[in-house]
Every structure is written in C-alpha cells, then in structure tokens.
C-alpha cells in the first residue's frame, strides 16, 4: 500500500474512465505475462553490518513487459492482490526462487538462504503449507534454507489460524520473517508469542534514523526488543555509511539496501564476491 502514490503508472493519469480500463487491461496482461514468463526474479543481498560478508537474499518479482518495460511490484503486486492473481503469481514466485538457490548453492562452499515474499492471499489459502513443500521437494532446496516474510497484517487478521500455520511451517525448518515491521499497529511484546526468527525493520524508520530522534528511539527499541527475544533484525532501505554506522552502533546485525546492493539478477549474485564493500 505505501509507496503507491509515487509508483502509479503514468497512464493512469487520463482520469477515473481510463483508469478503470487501464486495471482492467493490466488484469489481462498479468494474466498473459503468467503464461508467456515475462516474470523474472531479482536478488537482494542481506549482508552483515561489520563485515559486508553476505548472508542471504530477498527474491523480488520483476515484471518485463514486451511494451512498457520494467514494470515494479509495487504497481502490479497491489492489483493481483486485488484480483486474486497473486495466488498464481506467488506460486510462480515461490518455485523459481527454491530452483534457483538450489541450483546457486550446489555452486557454492556456504548455502546462502532465500527469502520470498509471502501476500496476506497466499498465506491464508487452504494448501499454502502443501504448496510451500512441493517447492522444496521439486526443487530440492534444503528446508533451513527458505525463509517466509509476511507482514504483520497476515498476524493480526485470524491470528489463530496463522499461528497455527507459522508453527507448522517452523516445524519443517523453514524460518519466518515479520516484513516492514513498524508499519502495522503491533506492540513489540507480540514478537514474544509468534514462532518466528527474524524482524524486518521497515526503511520509513532506516531513512531519517540520521536526523529523527523519536524514529531512532523505536529503531533503538525493536532492535534491543529482537535480541532479547533471540530474533534476528535485518533494517531494510540502507543507503548512507551513516545509518550503517548508525545501525551497526545500536546493534543491529543485518542490512539490506542499495548502500550494498540492488536487486540483481541471479547472474549477477552468482559472480558477487563474499563480502562487499562497506564504504
Ligand atoms: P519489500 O518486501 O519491503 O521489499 C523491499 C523493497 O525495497 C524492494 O522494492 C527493494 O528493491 C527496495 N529497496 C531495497 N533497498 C532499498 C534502498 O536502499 N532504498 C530504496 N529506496 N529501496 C530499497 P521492490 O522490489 O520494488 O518491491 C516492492 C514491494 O513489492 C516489496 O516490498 C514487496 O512488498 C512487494 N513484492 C516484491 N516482490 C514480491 C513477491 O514476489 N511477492 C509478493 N507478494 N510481494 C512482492
Ligand atoms: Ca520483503
Ligand atoms: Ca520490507
Ligand atoms: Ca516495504
């Protein structure tokens, strides 16, 4: 939802008639780019703070569209939320990103986890955890090397049953992330009671960490909460060597953003060395 503002497409600009055409022709073009592979998956590397060293990588979905280019996730995630066709899509998602690191790590002297992003539709599904094992199965991707991110929306609607499901997925050995935590409504004390191994701090709070005392404050405060309760924190959206600093001095471990990397190509991680420059 954040973000979007900024990222509509340009075409949505002739008003409300043609916008309503517009979602209705990228409906049908989501829809043709499932069928055609016009999908691609990028790589992330979430890296050390100290030593640069890599540690693992986010999948993010890239859609190369034969007319408009590289469109981002951020405007067609939304819409096949909205339509349903992120059950598809997620799927797609989901096995490319276990057969990739699958084959990646067979390459590799240390296995690098995979992260994929899991939408609140594909978590709730009736079969998701059947789906999250034939990925594996097929792929033969090691079960500790895939990790979930959900948002903290999917925990706090039918949060039985989607602690239910955390459990089971942690029962295989398939590590759970909070994506963009902070942005929700959830206390830190629910970390307590979620089977889960990692929070992703959302880069609202890593962008003016710098130059916002209060947003420092509850970096401060998730960041020692995590530890307390044995979790790993990664800050997202890293882009100066001074909120590298910044993090690094109040203890967080793990940082992603383009200070290190962008997201690449699975060619390109494939030639990245182990530790990248900590400028
Ligand atoms: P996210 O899960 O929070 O992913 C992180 C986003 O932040 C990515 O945007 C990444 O490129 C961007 N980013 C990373 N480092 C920096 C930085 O230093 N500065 C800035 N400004 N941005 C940075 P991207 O790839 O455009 O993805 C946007 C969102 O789309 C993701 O946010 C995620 O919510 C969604 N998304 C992407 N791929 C998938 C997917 O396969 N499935 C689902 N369900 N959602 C996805
Ligand atoms: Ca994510
Ligand atoms: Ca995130
Ligand atoms: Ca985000």
């Known amino acids: 939802a954040k973000g979007q503002g900024r ?8 008003g409300a008639d043609e916008a309503v055409s517009e979602r209705v022709r990228l409906r049908r073009d989501i829809q043709e780019a499932i069928e055609r592979d016009q999908f691609e998956l990028h790589y992330q590397p979430i890296v ?15 859609w190369r569209h034969p007319e408009r280019g590289m469109i981002s996730p951020g405007v067609f995630i939304p819409l096949a939320e909205q339509t349903g066709q992120i059950i598809a899509l997620g799927r797609w998602v989901l096995r490319r990103a276990c057969r990739d690191m699958a084959a990646l790590n067979a390459e590799r002297a240390s296995a690098l986890p995979v992260a994929v992003n899991i939408s609140p539709l594909q978590f709730r599904r009736q079969g998701f955890l059947v789906e999250v094992e034939q990925a594996l199965a097929d792929s033969g991707l090691p ?16 949060a039985e049953s989607a602690i239910a499901l955390l459990s089971e ?6 590590r759970m992330a909070i994506d963009d935590f902070g942005t929700g409504f959830s206390s830190l004390s629910y970390l307590r009671d979620l089977p889960i191994t990692k929070v992703k701090l ?37 882009e100066t060597p001074a909120q590298r600093r910044d993090l690094m001095r109040r203890g967080c471990d793990l940082l992603q953003g383009f200070l290190f990397a962008r997201p690449m190509p699975l060619a390109e991680l494939r030639a990245l060395p182990a530790c990248l420059p900590v400028a």
């Open 7 to 14: 990222n509509t497409w340009q075409w949505y600009a002739g």
């Open 48 to 62: 050390e703070a100290a030593s640069g060293r890599l540690r693992s990588v986010e999948a993010l979905v890239r």
């Open 143 to 158: 079960a500790a090397q895939l990790e979930l991110e959900v948002t903290e929306g999917v925990l706090m609607s039918g």
């Open 169 to 174: 997925l942690r029962a295989r050995g398939i």
């Open 202 to 238: 959302d880069r609202a709070f890593i962008q003016d960490i710098t130059t916002k005392s209060d947003n420092a404050a509850i970096v401060q405060g998730v960041i020692t909460m995590a530890h307390h309760l044995g979790l790993s924190i990664v800050a997202e959206g890293v």
